[in-house]
T-cell receptor, first 112, second 114 residues
């Protein structure tokens, strides 16, 4: 099982739609979780951290399910500008150190 | 507040050559991480520097090496370049070495090996 897994998509949705992404992780001891957004040929940018109680930032809601070892990202009222790749990041083990492990990303295309 | 800056933005090299990529961390950040991102992939962790010392390494061979300077800027050196080294190299800085710290990325250096 990969350390961090995401559905690569692409997700094609119309403007105004609600879309949800899931990300599963293998290390039950993971403690930190993030969603990053990456536009084509650009660097990743932090979208939001994911807290145990769940958190919301405008149209974006992130949730953590420790029992099933997944995090989710919900985007409401999709905008054309939401088109990007969404990367799930979990702290895990890299060698002997606890470091951030990145998923491959889920591609979202919001269509007019 | 100054963000993370990387240089050069693009670079073309041939197999067997050596390359040095540079990164200036965001002001106030003392930790720098380097990632390799191939087309269509997520970033792969190369290594991290904290207070001028390597503080963790991913699954990359020794020909990938680095440095961090007293001002927290950093270099990534790659020797004996191979075709598979063609990728976007991203530098990210954070406040502290803990993996609970979000990372802020530079624009990256796009390296092409011919």
């Amino acid at each position: 099982r990969k350390e961090v897994e995401q559905d690569p998509g692409p997700f094609n949705v119309p403007e105004g739609a609600t879309v949800a992404f899931n990300c599963t992780y293998s290390n039950s001891a993971s403690q930190s979780f993030f969603w990053y957004r990456q536009d084509c040929r650009k660097e990743p940018k932090l979208l939001m951290s994911v807290y145990s109680s769940g958190n919301e930032d405008g149209r974006f809601t992130a949730q953590l399910n420790r029992a099933s070892q997944y995090i989710s990202l919900l985007i409401r009222d999709s905008k054309l500008s939401d088109s990007a790749t969404y990367l799930c990041v979990v702290n895990g083990l890299a060698g002997n150190n606890r470091k951030l492990i990145w998923g491959l990303g889920t591609s979202l295309a919001v269509n007019p | 507040e100054t963000g993370v800056t990387q240089s050069p933005t693009h670079l073309i090299k041939t197999r067997g050559q050596q390359v040095t990529l540079r990164c200036s961390s965001q002001s106030g950040h003392n930790t720098v991480s380097w990632y390799q991102q191939a087309l269509g992939q997520g970033p792969q962790f190369i290594f991290q520097y904290y207070r001028e010392e390597e503080n963790g390494r991913g699954n990359f061979p020794p020909r990938f090496s680095g440095l961090q300077f007293p001002n927290y800027s950093s270099e990534l050196n790659v020797n004996a370049l191979e075709l598979d080294d063609s990728a976007l190299y991203l530098c990210a800085s954070s406040l502290g070495q803990g993996s609970n710290q979000p990372q802020h990325f530079g624009d990256g250096t796009r390296l092409s090996i011919l």
